[in-house]
DNA sequence: CACATTCTGAATCATTTGTTTCAAAATGCG
DNA sequence: CGCATTTTGAAACAAATGATTCAGAATGTG
């Protein structure tokens, strides 16, 4: 009977999580917004909702882009540990080439403290990645490629903790090197 | 002749740094500020100018405060180990029990990529930090508490870039052990 | 086709934003 | 004291903000 959403929902998304990611929830007006969807506020409203609400589904589009992204990783025939070492290879690529930082890391540092519903999403987010990277560690430790002295758990945090701060440290310093030798030593400490 | 300036100076600055500290730049208003410093804008914008300039002073003043913070572990007669070990283990503390984060970080990833005045304060007092740890590391090394094997360099970025990581964590999972045990086994590898 | 229903666009809303104005109050110096 | 000078407080500014309104355009179903 009634007439059909004419805009394309999850481009609009998309182009929404990119204003968000480079501005900063704060940082972001609704004609931003707006602006970068190519819809009226209008029509977001009767379709999305708020902004808040807006910025919920982005950063849930950005957890899900990671997260496949994970999934693909894992399907990968390479041995767990290449596995492993190509994952940050990527990430310190993409922390060194982008002048944009990770948004997850950004968001939780400017709103997780403040809804909890952001929170959420990013905890589940931050999961996620541990199990990929205690799966990966352990089954390297399996094919002995990783020391079984080692505790999976505890590298999987160990890691994800040092690539957000090689994050900041390349907003900061904007030193590719400082971040490539951290990645090395890291990986070196790994294969032994 | 004139008439003096009635507030401190440096008190209302503490207090507008709590507040952008808690509230990042773009989520704090000028009433937000003008309220927890107890002045009145137009005194404000007569005595130290506007938004941007009231927090440049504040960042400087939190990094200050850091360094009056690195100065005095520096002159603490403990071994340098033992110095270094101190600075982790309070790291922690802060990070597990305040709700609010360190507001360098925080900085770095709200304005630090749009804000070329802000980035090179924060910049700044990295490469004070990084001093402050590679002193601590050599002279550690010198006196046979840490292996000579180590790269002081590596290991005082490698510090860095975790404990930024440890207050994302904390924001993200709340949970306290991730991060005591984390730095327990940092400062195992350390200490060997 | 015709109609009921929904979506869209432009305009507009009330607040809030960062900032400025200016008269009155305060203060040091002669 | 009295004057020149500066700070203060309340009010107000224009612009931007998040959000809503509503007439008209669009569309699927009967």
Redesign the interface.
């Given at each position: 009977m009634p007439r059909n959403v004419a805009f394309n929902e999850e481009q609009a998304i998309q182009y929404a999580m990119e204003v968000f990611w480079e501005k900063?929830y704060?940082?972001t007006s609704l004609r931003d917004l707006t602006d970068a969807m190519k819809i009226n506020s209008s029509s977001l409203y009767n379709t999305i909702g708020d902004k808040q609400e807006l910025f919920v589904r982005c950063i849930r589009h950005y957890t899900e882009l990671r997260n496949k992204d994970l999934q693909r990783r894992i399907k990968s025939n390479a041995s767990p540990l290449q596995i492993l070492i190509q994952y940050i290879n990527d990430a310190v690529t993409l922390i060194t080439s982008k002048?944009?930082?990770c948004m997850a890391?950004?968001t939780?540092?400017?709103v997780?403290?403040k809804d909890v519903r952001i929170?959420e999403i990013?905890?589940l987010d931050?999961e996620n990645t541990y199990r990929f990277l205690c799966l990966l560690i352990n089954s390297a430790i399996r094919q002995k490629e990783i020391s079984d002295t080692e505790?999976p758990e505890?590298l999987a945090?160990?890691l994800?903790?040092?690539?957000?701060?090689?994050?900041?440290?390349y907003?900061?310093?904007k030193d590719a090197d400082?971040i490539r030798?951290?990645a090395q030593?890291f990986i070196h400490q790994l294969s032994k």
């Open positions: 900063g704060n940082g002048a944009n930082s890391v950004k939780a540092f400017e997780a403290n929170k990013l905890k931050g505790n505890l945090d160990y994800m903790s040092m690539l957000t701060g090689w994050y900041e440290s907003i900061v310093h400082k030798n951290m030593y």
